[in-house]
Nanobody, 115 residues
Framework: QVQLVESGGGLVQAGGSLRLSCAAS????????MGWYHQAPGKQRVLVAG???????NYADSVKGRFTFSRDNAKNTVYLQMNSLKPEDTGIYYC?????????WGQGTQVTVSS
């Protein structure tokens, strides 16, 4: 059973930064794609940053220039560096991983940005 464990969320003022981590229980080389999803209160989960073996790294327009996706293969961990945070970035951030025929989700980590 693959597990993804997120950490790093918290409360921050607008303009501040946070770094989220997602530790996988298996080698991240096993996945074809990994990403970070944001679920704002009362809204659907949306992809904000992702990596695929085929296409590299991509970002939602709303976070381009502010968020950075990175990975540490040796630690089986991916990160989301979030800078210049805005109140609309508030919500739960989920780590996602995909391999052929399977999709995995972490439990989520709460990010709250105060104005």
């Amino acid at each position: 059973q693959v597990q993804l464990v997120e950490s790093g969320g918290g409360l921050v003022q607008a303009g501040g930064s946070l770094r989220l981590s997602c530790a996988a229980s298996t080698s991240i080389f096993n996945f074809n794609a990994m990403g970070w999803y944001h679920q704002a209160p009362g809204k659907q989960r949306v992809l904000v940053a992702g990596y695929t073996n085929a296409g590299g790294t991509n970002y939602a327009d709303s976070v381009k220039g502010r968020f950075t996706f990175s990975r540490d293969n040796a630690k089986n961990t991916v990160y989301l560096q979030m800078n210049s945070l805005k109140p609309e970035d508030t919500g739960i951030y989920y780590c996602n991983a995909v391999r052929v025929g399977y999709e995995y989700w972490g439990q989520g980590t709460q990010v709250t940005v105060s104005s």
